[in-house]
Every structure is written in structure tokens, then in C-alpha cells.
């Protein structure tokens, strides 16, 4: 996936070239390209002086930045006990299917992004499938394929 340089040096050129602002830019790039680019790696270990790795590290270690690219919209299926219990399962299936997507990862045309979580904290709605941040409660593997296409 091609990702504009210019856009790269722009977001580095608002931050002091310190190891200090190395999270704060690869936060920046996440929201920019909603993912860490390889390139705005590269670019700051030369700016920075901070080894590929340290980077690297850094953006695995932290769970907001993903080093792949991500699609517009993150669907999360609850895969607590309550939402398993009510068939959060079938909701995944039904997903990966429809959408010809495997969990924890991203449908070809980059509209989403398919995650498995635990517990997201309202249990009382099981089945729960989070879109980016609704939460749609009660869900049903015979609706979620009509509620996920009015996501464009
Ligand atoms: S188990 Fe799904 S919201 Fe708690």
C-alpha cells in the first residue's frame, strides 16, 4: 500500500527531534494511515537516530498502533463467556463469510477490519458487536451482514 511521504515528513516536522517524540508520531501516523507504515519507520529511525528495532518494538509493544493496514472501520465480535455463551461465534462465522475475512484481519477492499475480543463490558446486550465505537447490542448472525453493509 503506497503511503505519501510528504505526508510522512510533515507529521515528523511538528514534533522536536527527540527519542521522546517517537510515540507521539507513531501515534499520529496510526491516525494518519490508520496503521504504522514501514516508510514512517524507516524515516524516523534517519530523523530520530533511533534504531529500526527500537521502533519496531515499540510498535507491536503498544495495542493502538498496528504495523499492518488497517481497514476504515473496526468491527470487534465479543468473545466473552456471556456473548459465547449467546452465540458470538456464529456472528464471526457469519462475518468471515459474508465478507470473505478471516479474524484479526482486513477485508480486501480495506472497508474493515475483523477482530476477536474478550469481555467489551455489557454483558446485559450478549451477543455484543462493537463498530468502531457503537455498540449493537443483542446482535444476530441473520442481521449483522445487513448492519455491517450500511458501514461505508
Ligand atoms: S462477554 Fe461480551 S460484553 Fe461481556
Redesign the pocket.
Known sequence: MAVDNKKIDEIISRYEKTEESLLAILQDFQREFRYVPEEGMKRLGEVLNVSESKIYAMGTFYKALSLEPRGKHTVKV???????LKG?GQILETIERDFKVKRNHTTKDMLFTLESV??????A????VVVDEDYSGHARPSKITDLLKKYK
Do not use: L, Q
Not at 78 to 84: E, V
Open positions: 465479543c468473545m466473552g463467556t456471556a456473548c459465547h458470538s474478550n469481555c467489551v463490558g455489557a454483558c446486550m450478549a451477543p455484543v
